[in-house]
């Protein structure tokens, strides 16, 4: 926001900003979050408190987390109207259709949270975001699944009440295991923030104008939809299950160095990383420890470690510094939970909206902000005069 733009020779503008949320160190392989490592987070603290930390800066006090929490829980419910929304889309629609149809919505619900110039509406909108986005990506799931939905409980922790939104049924209560929960609030502290990333910059940008922070939340979901950014755990689990066994993996290889093939390895490779992603390291250690806790022995994750191990020591990979990113080793541990591969992205939108929300309110929040207006370096006709189509 303060409309510093830089130029690469491959003449792509990149816009810049000022940001005191996450900083990225790609060739150190570093990821801080208000100066907090990413690896010690994700071991030691929970995905509500780095939560409070992206949205204040600090980490909270004990008290500070409580009610923190207790605001959030007391914020997970839906206006009811809503769940009719839902019964517009057809029931095979993909649930981050639904994520960006509901969520673009509500502002239609929440008035008295859209006004970014008050500081109390903005900090109202922000809890709501946070705290409904588990609902509504429940919903999301149970409409695909033709099962009811299932409303929040205020006696359950944020990742526990949305696995129990998500897979209990009437009929049954479901079980709620301690190493997915943990597994699940280890997965949404990593996917929290992640710096200028595209959906972070889709959701600045579209704040900047001065829109609602539904529709810029929105926005930022539907640009995450892409195979190239939050698209790429859904991708890359399919590729894995494409490849099937160790024996097929030379094959994707030669075909990802292959200029003339478009397919590319999903969840390797970064815009930022030139090094190991530290989420990925800690992706693939709680996969190993969720797959053994859990008794899956599934042969995708023997697949995912042989092609990572390949990959690593081949010329190609070496040379353009293309290493596993967040996304490659997380679908393993979704589809162990029991997701199927259309919820991964909804749950990458789900985490990433904290970070959206904590980068709205940075930028929106600064007096000096103007609207972002990405410029170009024009390569078309230079001036020229109309000519009457009987003469041309
Ligand atoms: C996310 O920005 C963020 O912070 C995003 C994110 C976040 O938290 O918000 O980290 C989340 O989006 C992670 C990335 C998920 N996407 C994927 O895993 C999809 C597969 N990856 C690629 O599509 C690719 O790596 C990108 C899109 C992520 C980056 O593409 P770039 O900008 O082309 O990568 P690059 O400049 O580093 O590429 C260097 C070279 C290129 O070849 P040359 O043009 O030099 O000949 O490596 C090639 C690329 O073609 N390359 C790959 C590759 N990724 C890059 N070749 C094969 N397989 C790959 N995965």
Known sequence: NTGMFTYDPGFTSTASCESGLTYIDGDAGVLL??????????????????CYLLLNGELPSAKELADFTTTITRHTMVHEQLTAFFRGFRRDAHPMAIMVGVV????????????????????????????????????????????????????????????N??????????????????????????????????????????????????ACIAAGIACLWGPAHGGANE?????????????????YIARAKNKDDPFRLMGFG??????????????????????????????IFDVAKE???????????????????????????LSAIGFPTEMFTVLFALARTVGWVAQWNEMISDPAQKIGRPRQLYTGPTQRDYVAVDKR
């Open 104 to 163: 673009g919505a509500l502002s239609a619900f929440y008035h008295d949270s859209t006004d970014i110039n008050d500081p109390e509406q903005r900090r109202i909108a922000s809890h709501r975001l946070i705290a409904k986005m588990p609902t509504i990506a429940a919903m999301a799931y149970k409409y695909s699944v033709g099962q009811p939905f299932v409303y929040p409980r205020n006696d359950l922790s944020y990742t526990a009440n949305f696995l």
């Open 33 to 50: 979050h208000r100066g907090y490592p990413i690896g010690q987070l994700a071991e030691q603290s929970s995905f509500m408190e780095v």
């Open 165 to 214: 939104m998500t897979f209990s049924v009437p009929a049954e209560d479901y079980k709620i295991d301690p190493v997915v929960v943990d597994a699940m609030d280890k997965i949404f502290t990593l996917h929290a923030d992640h710096e200028q990333n595209a959906s972070t910059s889709t959701v600045r940008l579209a704040g900047s104008s001065g829109a609602n922070p539904f």
């Open 270 to 299: 970064h815009r930022v990383y030139k090094n190991y992603d530290p989420r990925a390291t800690v992706m693939q250690k709680t996969a190993k420890d969720v797959l053994e806790k859990l008794g899956v022995n599934d042969p």
């Open 307 to 333: 092609l990572e191990q390949i990959a690593l020591n081949d010329p190609y990979f070496i040379e353009k510094k293309l290493y596993p990113n967040v996304d490659f080793y997380s679908g393993v541990i």
């Open 235 to 251: 991708a890359a689990l399919n590729m894995l299950r494409e490849i099937g066994t160790v024996d097929r993996i030379p094959e």
